[in-house]
Structure formats: C-alpha cells, structure tokens
C-alpha cells in the first residue's frame, strides 16, 4: 500500500523558505516512479509544483523554478520541496503525490496546510 | 501554458440521474487528460487518467471520453456520495494544469 505524508511548517513568514519533506512507503523510487508536489490555495484548483523521478532527473513549474529546488534521499524515503521567497498568497494545502511516468497523480498525501503570514 | 476550462461551473442532479460535464483544453492534449474527484475536506483522488482508462477501485459509474482539446466525464447514475468538485489535469507537457474544476450536488 503506497502512503506519502507531509511534514514541516504551518506557519511561514512572507519572504522566508519554506521546506516541506514527504516520507513515501509501499514503493521504491525507480526509473519509472515519480513523486512530485502539489498545492491547493483554499477554495481554489490544485496547481502543479515539481517532479523528482527515481533517476533524479527533475521537473519544475516555470513560473515558479526560479524559487524551487526538489531532492531525494531514496534510502530515507524521502523527498524535500524547497521554495524561497514566499508571499501570503501562497498560503495553501501542500501536497506530495506519486506517479508512474505512464499516470498521473495516482497517490496523494494528506497535505500540509502552510499559512505564509507576518 | 496549457489552459484548461470546465463547465459548467455547478451542477445539481438527483440521484439516478446521468451527470456529464466537460473540460476544454487551450490546444491539442492528445489524449492525455485526467479527472479527480475531491470531496469537501479531503484530498483529491484520481478518476480517470489518459481519458479513458479507469484508476484503481474505481466504479464503472465513471467514464471519460474525448480526444484533442474537448473531453467528458461522465457518472452514469449518480448518488450522494458522488457530491463533490470534480478537476480535470492534462499531462501534454510542462507545466501540467488544472482546470477551475465543476462543482457537482447531488440532492
């Protein structure tokens, strides 16, 4: 059975970093095997962060990866999400997700609500 | 950017009834579209995926059809717990998108 959960800050202040860590069981990130970000602003659609695949090759939103940086650490299972600079509009439900390269976000962790305020 | 439309924006049905609702996407996606289904306060779970093809332990209620830039989830007889907003996502290229999702009662 494939669980992912979020861990890290409620709480950021405008301009801090934030850094989020998913710890994934029940698979193994090979080379077909994706875990990624998701956000959901309250109320509003879901909007795609980025990708780490088992190869460590990587896919970011290009309005935001400027900002992004995602790693892996597959031995902890493991995957970190860093975003500078952040703005309260960015106060959302982060989620971490799993994907097969032939799906789409077929897993979801029960997201972390990170409120970006001063 | 691949921008994604649905519509309509709310349906209400009762239950029984045949629910279809649609997502318009900006340019061709092939057939790489996907739907979720998110209930209030929980997480979103994938549908359909790549159009057609049901997700793990989902009813056969649900169906996607399409192709190009219009697609159609439908839910052949809906009920209660169907109640829920429903997103569609493509997987063409980068950045994958959502659209705005369509809100579904069922009362």
């Known amino acids: 059975q494939i669980t992912l959960k979020e861990s890290g800050p409620t709480l950021v202040k405008p301009t801090q970093t934030l850094t989020l860590t998913c710890t994934f069981s029940?698979?193994?990130?090979?080379?077909?095997?994706?875990v990624g970000w998701v956000r959901q602003p309250p109320g509003k659609a879901p909007e795609w962060l980025a990708f780490?695949?088992?190869?460590?090759?990587?896919r970011y939103s290009p309005s935001l990866r400027n900002r992004l940086t995602i790693t892996k650490d597959s031995s902890k299972k493991e995957v970190v999400l860093t975003m500078n600079n952040m703005d309260p509009v960015e106060t959302a439900t982060y989620y971490c997700?799993?994907?097969?390269?032939?799906?789409?976000?077929?897993?979801w962790g029960q997201g972390t609500l990170v409120t970006v305020s001063s | 950017e691949i921008v994604l439309t649905q519509s309509p924006a709310t349906l209400s049905l009762s239950p029984g009834e045949r629910a279809t609702f649609s997502c318009r996407a900006s340019?061709?996606?092939?057939?790489?579209l996907a739907w979720y289904q998110q209930k209030p306060g929980q997480t979103p779970r994938l549908l359909i995926y790549?159009?057609?093809k049901r997700a793990t332990g989902i009813s056969a209620r649900f169906s996607g059809s399409g192709s190009g830039t219009d697609f159609t989830l439908t839910i052949s007889s809906l009920e209660p717990e169907d109640s829920a907003v429903y997103y569609c996502?493509?997987?063409?290229?980068?950045?994958?998108?959502f659209g705005q999702g369509t809100k579904v009662e069922v009362k």
């Open positions: 997700v799993h994907r097969t390269t032939d799906t789409s976000f077929d897993c």
């Open positions: 029940g698979f193994s990130l090979t080379s077909d095997v994706v």
């Open positions: 780490i695949y088992g190869n460590d090759d990587k």
């Open positions: 340019q061709s996606i092939a057939i790489y």
């Open positions: 790549d159009t057609f």
């Open positions: 996502q493509h997987r063409q290229n980068w950045p994958w998108t």
